[in-house]
């Protein structure tokens, strides 16, 4: 019965997964849907399966509440009793199933539905990172960790070795020299350094329905690089005609109301990565979120530079995503679309609204890097 159980919950949880892809590009327009339930494990509500259930009575047979009148008719009391207004409906509710992912599940079914390819760290060195596990075997150590069936057997080879064992009436009394127990000891496995660059215009022409737009984006190009690289590392800059380094929320909640200056980013970036990031030893991605707007042509230029000679022969990846905004020029993107000619780990995407997130990412992100 229990390995009947876990292959039904096992079609099921199919079942929603199946859904969930289906209509993935409604869940990735409203961040609001996914909910964080630990640290590597998500929440999705799922409103379009019905939920299985029981279900009772069995035709014409009697049963509970037999008798004479027919449905609707009052069970007791006074039928004109009650303070509710309009009419009973009748159609069904709507059953909301709250499907669990952890962070691997969403990465692999965001990889399929864009047809995201694998990405290759660059770079050789890898720092070894120690993990923990129980798999040694020692001859002391708390009760709670004993090893009964290694106990055992010491026991028993030590009866037969003294010529104590006597199989007709086979009995093993382990002493305290025959106690094994549990231990753990470090191995040290390889893990690649990762490290993601946020960065956002936070002048007054970014609204609140754009900064939604990159925080819902930014969760799943999240999902996608810390499915490649477990200890990702995130830094998150803001700037209006400065650039400050900030926590996450103050990234998604800062407005200002002064003039835009993109430079002032870029240099704060490129002089964190010079020295804390070394190329050899880091896969390094960089994510710009604009509407467009930079406040003069010099400044465009000196983007252009900056990009060119500090961050693009440092980086993985730029990524350069233009929000569209009614009070924005959208204009930047021009600026750097000729950079792009002969130039792999540069990449841009327009979004539109919230439904254009989804190719988006698949621009962003279709490269592999």
């Known amino acids: 019965m229990p390995r009947k159980i876990e292959h039904d919950v096992g079609r099921f ?10 209509n993935l590009r409604k869940y990735m327009s409203r961040g609001d849907m996914i909910t964080r339930k630990g640290k590597d ?14 279900r009772y009575q069995l035709k014409d047979s009697g049963g509970v509440a037999q008798g004479p009148g027919d449905v609707g008719d009052p069970v007791a009391g006074d039928p004109e009793e009650g303070e ?30 864009l047809g995201l390819p694998r990405i290759e760290p660059k770079g050789q060195r890898q720092i070894l990172a120690p993990k923990a596990k129980y798999s040694a075997i020692r001859r002391v150590g708390p009760e709670s960790l004993r090893h009964f069936k290694r106990t055992f057997r010491e026991a028993l080879k030590r009866q037969v070795i003294m010529g104590r064992y006597n199989p007709k009436k086979p009995r093993v009394i382990p002493i305290r020299d025959d106690f094994r127990y549990r231990s753990w000891k470090e191995d040290y496995i390889p893990e690649t350094n990762a490290v993601i660059f946020y960065i956002m215009d936070v002048s007054g022409s970014m609204g609140e329905e754009q900064k939604t737009i990159v925080r819902i984006e930014s969760f799943w190009i999240d999902t996608w690089l810390r499915y490649h690289y477990p200890g990702l590392e995130v830094r998150y800059i803001i700037h209006d005609t400065e650039a400050r380094e900030v926590d996450r929320e103050t990234f998604f909640r800062t407005k200002e109301s002064g003039g835009t200056k993109i430079s002032s980013s870029y240099e704060l970036a490129a002089r964190i990565i010079r020295s804390e990031y070394p190329v050899e030893d880091w896969n390094i991605y960089v994510f710009q979120f604009s509407d467009g707007d930079n406040w003069s042509m010099g400044d465009n230029e000196r983007c252009q530079d900056l990009l060119r000679d500090e961050i693009l022969p440092r980086v993985n990846l730029f990524g350069y995503g233009q929000v569209h905004s009614p009070y924005g020029s959208g204009k930047f993107i021009q600026v750097l679309e000729p950079m792009t000619e002969g130039t792999e780990n540069l990449v841009l995407s327009e979004i539109e609204d919230r439904e254009a997130i989804m190719d988006s990412i698949k621009t962003l992100l279709g490269r592999g890097k």
């Not at 494990?41 to 029981?54: A, E, H, M, Q, Y």
Request: cysteine-free; proline content about 6%; aromatic content about 6%.
């Open 13 to 22: 949880r199919r079942i929603v997964r199946g859904e969930i892809k289906k």
């Open 41 to 54: 494990s998500f929440s999705i509500p799922v409103t379009d399966i019905d939920i299985p259930r029981f």
């Open 84 to 113: 509710g207004q309009g009419e009973a409906g009748n159609m069904p509710g709507q059953h909301v199933l709250e499907a669990e992912f952890t962070l691997e599940e969403l990465a692999r079914l965001l990889g399929e539905e």
